[in-house]
């Protein structure tokens, strides 16, 4: 009898209701990405967001017809074109806002459904909410986010199981500066593919203050040249990221970078390791969580030049550089600390759990260094090592958050 073959898993199917703000165009790169990723998108616009970009563009970028009437005058095929907000409800396997206006965070904290979108969202299936499924991109003008009524209405919806992408801080559209803006498509992109990760929801880390550090050193050997390594930065931007998304006040301190920084985290530029030190441990008091991410260089010249040589041999004396964890074992604080080793060796890792007084370590070997995957093994104190799949960076840094509400939970009991 014939072997029967294993069928394919189907592409994620993303919902996107598009809302009449004036940051509707950037929802375009958002179908992007999306599509880039392999997922299918179904556009749903209002009205008012037809008026700022046009459903063509849209319709052009998703591969498939904008639904926007709640009552079309044509029923087609569900795979062709627009549909019943019931279908659609059951198509999707996340639903995004972007841009989220007050108008209708309004109406689906109170339950109005007058147009497609609002009527869509209502019969939005509740395990999605349960699984973090439903994501809100707010955009709009300060002192609308600062309302109380907008709050509350927000709070209703983190109640309900929504998850809430920024908004982010900055000048708008209206000449104004603050808090309003779009979410950067990088967080917005990350929410969902985080979302669409695992089925649990993300840790709630609200009210937790986060450090993490990210990039590589340069210790210099004149002014012009230095010594370095690989590292891309990327692995500390995703779990910076990713921490911020889950709720925490989280801040950088950033080596330097290969990667564009994340928009709305705080950061704090270190090049040396010595910098680096400095900046760990004067922001320790006040930290929940530090997650050691950065890639140190072991070694700095004991001498810098003054001027570049060029001379046609060149003899270097190295030292070592200084050791920032055994820096912060040896001070005063409450933060869980989380450290990386790109020796995959669980002994080690377990050595340099005890030596560092660390709460977990993320071995890793360094072939993975400037790469966009992982292949991490997690040593905490208590409990067997766990060797994980090879995966990217960004899908790890969700893994990492949970690890990390796990680490804090215990520390407060």
């Not at 990713?242 to 950088?252: F, I, K, P, S, V």
Request: positive net charge; glycine residues 8%; charged residues 25%.
């Amino acid at each position: 009898m014939p072997a029967r073959r294993r069928a394919e898993p189907r592409a994620r199917r993303v919902l996107l209701g598009v809302t009449g703000g004036i940051a509707a165009y950037k929802t375009l790169e958002l179908v992007r990405r999306f599509r880039g990723a392999g997922w299918e998108v179904q556009v749903v616009m209002t009205d008012h967001a037809r008026k700022l970009v046009g459903s063509q563009t849209f319709a052009s970028l998703s591969g498939r017809p904008v639904a926007h009437e709640l009552f079309p005058r044509r029923r087609p095929n569900a795979d062709k074109e627009s549909i019943a907000h019931i279908e659609l409800a059951r198509w999707a396997d996340l639903v995004l806002v972007a841009p989220a206006t007050a108008n209708i965070i309004g109406k689906l904290a109170s339950g109005i459904a007058d147009d497609l979108l609002s009527t869509v969202l209502l019969a939005v299936p509740g395990a999605l909410r349960a699984r973090g499924r439903v994501i809100i991109a707010p955009a709009m003008n300060t002192r609308m986010w600062q309302h109380p009524s907008v709050r509350a209405n927000l709070d209703r919806l983190k109640e309900q199981g929504c998850a809430v992408v920024g908004p982010d801080p900055g000048e708008l559209a209206c000449g104004e500066s603050g808090p309003g803006r779009l979410a950067a498509a990088d967080d917005i992109f990350a929410a969902c593919r985080a979302a669409l990760v695992e089925d649990r929801p993300l840790p709630d880390l609200a009210g937790v203050r986060a450090l993490v550090t990210a990039g590589r050193t340069e210790e210099p050997l004149d002014p012009v040249r230095v010594i370095t390594n690989r590292s891309s930065g990327r692995m500390g931007i995703a779990i910076a990221r990713q921490l911020r998304l889950c709720g925490a006040d989280t801040r950088l301190v950033c080596g330097a970078l290969s990667e564009p920084l994340p928009a709305g985290i705080p950061v704090t530029t270190a090049t040396a390791a010595e910098a680096m030190k400095d900046a760990v441990l004067a922001a320790l008091p006040a930290t929940d969580l530090l997650v050691m991410c950065a890639a140190v260089a072991d070694y700095r010249p004991a001498r810098a030049g003054r001027a570049k040589s060029h001379a046609a041999r060149l003899s270097l004396e190295l030292e070592r550089t200084p050791d920032i964890l055994k820096a912060v074992s040896r001070s005063e604080h409450r933060a869980v600390v989380v450290g990386f080793s790109h020796d995959p060796s669980v002994a080690a890792a377990r050595r340099k759990l005890k030596e560092k007084r660390l709460d977990l370590v993320v071995a890793n070997p360094y072939e993975t260094a400037g790469s966009g995957a992982i292949r991490p093994v997690l040593v905490s104190r208590s409990g067997p090592s766990r060797r994980l799949a090879e995966m990217p960076k960004e899908d790890f840094a969700r893994v990492l958050a949970a690890e990390c509400g796990r680490l804090l939970a215990e520390r407060r009991k």
